[in-house]
């Protein structure tokens, strides 16, 4: 039956590494560059997923923590400059109710204004900071599929050339050309997938961490609030 369609065993029993090699030098470059993309694709994954995971983490655990504490200043004097982002946006705004406080005469509407816009901001650095490579992980989401496919009509045009210059049309002929074809479609499916899924979640992920941050500046927010009323 294999004879009879023009096909050898060696066609049908090709391996990655034989497809590899025998492709066409274009093919050879998509391929070898949508392996790399892959690669670096896992190793921002594994990098991202410990990251954030850390972070949010450790970000629950110290707000647990602050919130138990009845002296906010001893508390920001031991772990202030913890390396974890809720320290980052309680820094921020002891900093900045310093800097407000510091005078005699106070604005308390521009203090709670500045208080806001400075813990905004450390939460927009952290939220930056760990979304940072991301942004790779959503290129070859989009990108890898259509290099994938070039590297797809790139081979099915060398078939069609061994076609024309052979004046054969059997399966041997265009079949190799087509099985590197399609081995670098494979290639970019399997770049593009993990990457959008990763993608994806790490982004909610994220979004997640960033409410819960906002939350905690909101409740610290409301804290110095009322001690500016206190002081009124």
Known sequence: MIEQLGLSTDAITLSPLKLFLEADIVVKIVMVG?????????SIIFGSARSIGKAGKQSRTYERDFWKTEDIDAFYKTRGKEDVPSARVLASGV????????????????TRQRLATAMSAAIGEEIDRLSERLNFLATV????P???????VWGIMRSFSAIAAEQNS???????GIAEALFATAIGLFAAIPAVIAYNRFSHRINMLEARLYRFADGFHATLSRELEKGA
């Open 146 to 152: 259509f290099v994938g496919l070039f590297g797809t």
């Open 170 to 176: 059997s399966l041997a002929v265009v079949a190799p």
């Open 141 to 144: 989401g989009s990108v890898a």
């Open 34 to 42: 949508l392996a790399l993309a892959s690669i670096w694709t896992w």
């Open 95 to 110: 900093q900045e109710w310093r800097r407000s406080t510091v005078t005699k005469t106070q604005d308390n509407e521009g």
